[in-house]
């Protein structure tokens, strides 16, 4: 191939990930070291610029090395304990350390908004984490040092709907406004989860991975282009990364991104943010510059089978009570059951969702409904990826659905709102103006 053909299937790939991304919410948690490094301006630059794409952005800086700098400057004193599983110590936040430790993370904070503001996009630094303290552990007061008790969803989706960029400084303060050092991991796990980020890029700079073992994929120089969270945990077991065995940064990345796959989150990036272009690299190509963890999101989803029909009724039952779902009957479900999907967990239906086709290539997505009690994997927005992917492979140029309440989860999957008349005709004579279901499309490229 020669440079030519080369820079246009970049190009290609470039504009499949654009349209494919576009307006979907992705977490950048970035370690303290790369901020301090010469190239982060450029790394700015790059956030800057997908968020005036259409890129619903969200950052989570570390200052672990900054508060260390302000306390030692000051002279007090850090003492480190030892928290459940965490191979890193965490920090012993103590009633004189907790000021100076707010100091120097809103200052870190400060820092990444001034950078974008040099490039003309709007961030703000916000009070986004209701936090609680973890106590005594074993025998140990961790007094100031906290973990998160809540992400305060709904304000960041309503900064992200300004086309502002939401900083989340590794600061938590409880109901009664006390405040906790945070640890910057936690809520990036948790910001990811609560927001459904389709993304999770952890920037790092140890962004290079390499095999213990032949099967995984790999570039030229030897670093792993993607794995499943099962090679992940094999790599936890005894990793080779960087120049360095068992570097603690990098099984922390490893585990992050494990855990966050885990909890849901399509896909996780582990860059290298020093590295010139590395998100866009890593966002915008097939091959990337860095280490993808991902699951099959589909894995536990297969289509509807009769014997079912309890378990989907029991799920849509109190969203038909509420209006959110039109009600439907065992006779009208029985009826498009090839249109059904389900997922499954350790042989239980815990989500539903159909795909309905009414011609001119276009399909329905309807009848979505979750367990509550699984709130936390996502499991809507990964019936819908499962059911948008079906629509592909059946040749749909265009899915839609109709909704009264449920408009701004399906704009933050992508979907923008429609006119009635850009309905199929078959959809169009059906549709019931008593109701006044508004219409979000989403074109499928």
Known sequence: ????????????????????????TMVFKIEFPVIESPSFPYFMKDLALLAQTGFRIVIVPGAKESI?????????????????DIEEPLRITTAQAIPFVEMAAFHVATRLMIFLSGSRVDAVVGNFVRARGLGVLDGVDMEHTGTVDKIYADSISRVLKLGMVPILPCIGWSPSGKPYNVPSDEIALAVSVALGAIKLFIVSVHGRIFPLSEGIETREDGSIVRLTPQEAEALLAGAKVDEAQHSLQARRALKLGLRA?????????????????AVLKELFSNLGAGTMIFADA???????????????????????????????TAEQIQEKKNDYAVFEIDGSVHACGALHDWGERQGEIAAVATDPLYAGMNLGRRIVGYLIEKARRNGMGRVFV????????????GFREASVDSLPQRKRQLYNHTRKSKVFALELR
């Open 402 to 413: 109709l909704t009264t309440q449920t408009q701004d989860w399906f704009e933050s999957l």
């Open 298 to 328: 589909y894995e536990s989803i297969r289509p509807f089978q009769s014997r079912e029909l309890p378990d989907i009724l029991r799920l849509m039952e109190p969203l038909m009570q509420a209006g959110i779902l039109i009600r439907r």
């Open 68 to 84: 260390d700098a302000v306390l030692q400057q000051n002279e007090i004193d850090s003492a480190y304990g030892v928290c459940g």
């Open 1 to 24: 191939m020669d440079g030519s053909h080369s820079q246009v299937d970049l190009i290609r790939e470039a504009f499949h990930y654009q349209s494919r991304f576009e307006g979907s």
């Open 261 to 277: 796959s885990r909890a849901g989150v399509d896909r996780v990036h582990i860059i290298d943010g020093r590295k010139e272009g």
